[in-house]
């Protein structure tokens, strides 16, 4: 209000030099002074539309930082909804070992199954929250310079939402296709409507190769969101951090949203390790295996299988705060990784579960 005021005021002063009837002619220095008044008017034009520009940018960059926190508070969501998927597939696959190793007798199925026990009948969906993504998307125009470079890796994360729809959407359907196909036998219907479970249903789970086929087939597409969801776990983890590093911390990091472990923890799993249970399946890296020995290091605080110096596979601490009756993660320390996961027992066994059948690996 001032710097108009101030403008006004130089606008009447050379409005009067050229209207006052007295003065005849103009002085040498008469123009010195009008040309002096316009440069301060320019001047003070240009300053506020500077000070008006500057104003805009810093509420804009405002507004960018506090929409980074919405995509801070997404990610802190997405972390917390992967727990149940990657225990849902870590308890899955668990299942789907017993049933092909023929773990579960008769009185197994007489006792009667739940859907989760079927395997075959249950599915799940990883969602991921996108409210700040959205946001960030409608600001890409005007993205302020220092926040570029994150701006770049949050849209890079994102690009999962298309192939995460797709595995969604391919798990719901091969369930249905399931349970439409099982409506046609006799038992499928009749022993739920007495609630029972009868020879035939029995006989199903316990002889028939095509329940083992369907159940391969299920874990197969539970193991596509297990794989994107541990994934997007583990960027989401780095990217709330990343973020916290470039705006600061505002509240107390939920104990969930690390992947590191404590000194104390790494020193008890580091070591070499010999199978002493199961047979590699074809998926697993046999290249990391020599003489049945797998070794287990440490560097930054993640936990490696080493392969050598230069090569080696990262195993994430899946530090999980919540738990859910129908898939368990046991209280023994888990960690995922890009082949599937590493489960560590109090009697120095390691349990590894991929691809193919889960192997029991015994520290040396």
Same mark, same amino acid.
């Given at each position: 209000m001032l710097l108009l005021n101030f403008l006004t005021d130089r606008f009447k002063s050379i409005g009067s030099k050229f209207s006052t009837k007295e003065q005849k002619s103009f002085t040498s220095s008469s123009v010195i002074l009008v040309f002096i008044e316009l440069f301060m008017v320019v001047t003070g034009i240009l300053l506020a539309l500077y000070i008006d520009?500057?104003?805009?940018s810093q509420n804009f960059e405002n507004q960018f930082e506090a929409t980074l926190r919405i995509v801070q508070q997404n990610l802190k969501s997405d972390i917390y909804n992967s727990d149940n998927t990657i225990a849902h597939f870590h308890s899955r696959d668990s299942l789907r070992h017993d049933i092909m190793m023929n773990k579960f007798d008769r009185e197994y199925y007489e006792n009667g199954l739940n859907y989760w026990q079927q395997v075959i009948v249950y599915y799940n969906q990883y969602q991921i929250t996108t409210d700040g993504y959205n946001l960030l998307l409608d600001m890409k125009d005007e993205v302020p310079e220092k926040y570029s470079e994150i701006f770049k890796k949050i849209k890079k994360m994102y690009k999962i939402i298309p192939t995460l729809d797709e595995y969604n959407s391919n798990f719901k359907k091969i369930i249905w296709n399931i349970h439409d196909e099982l409506a046609y036998s006799h038992w499928f219907w009749i022993d739920g409507y007495y609630g029972r479970v009868s020879e035939e249903q029995i006989d199903f789970f316990m002889n028939d190769p095509y329940y083992k086929a369907l159940v391969q087939k299920v874990v197969n597409a539970a193991a596509l969101l297990d794989g994107m969801a541990r994934s997007h776990r583990i960027k989401s983890i780095?990217?709330?951090?990343?973020?916290?590093? *470039? *705006?600061g911390v505002v509240e107390e990091v939920p104990e969930n949203i690390t992947y590191i472990i404590d000194d104390s923890l790494s020193k008890e799993y580091i070591g070499n390790y010999k199978l002493v249970d199961g047979e590699m399946g074809k998926y697993f890296? =046999?290249?990391? $295996?020599?003489?049945?020995? *797998?070794?287990?290091? $440490? =560097?930054?605080?993640i936990l490696y299988v080493m392969i050598d110096e230069k090569h080696s596979i990262p195993l994430y601490y899946f530090k999980r705060i919540n738990q859910n009756r129908m898939y368990p993660i046991k209280k023994n320390p888990v960690f995922i990784s890009s082949f599937g996961y590493y489960e560590f027992y109090k009697n120095e066994k390691l349990r590894i579960g991929a691809a193919g059948p889960e192997t029991i690996w015994q520290k040396q």
């Open positions: 520009r500057w104003n805009s780095d990217m709330y951090h990343e973020i916290n590093d *470039l *705006l890296p =046999k290249h990391i $295996i020599e003489d049945s020995i *797998l070794e287990i290091g $440490i =560097k930054d605080r």
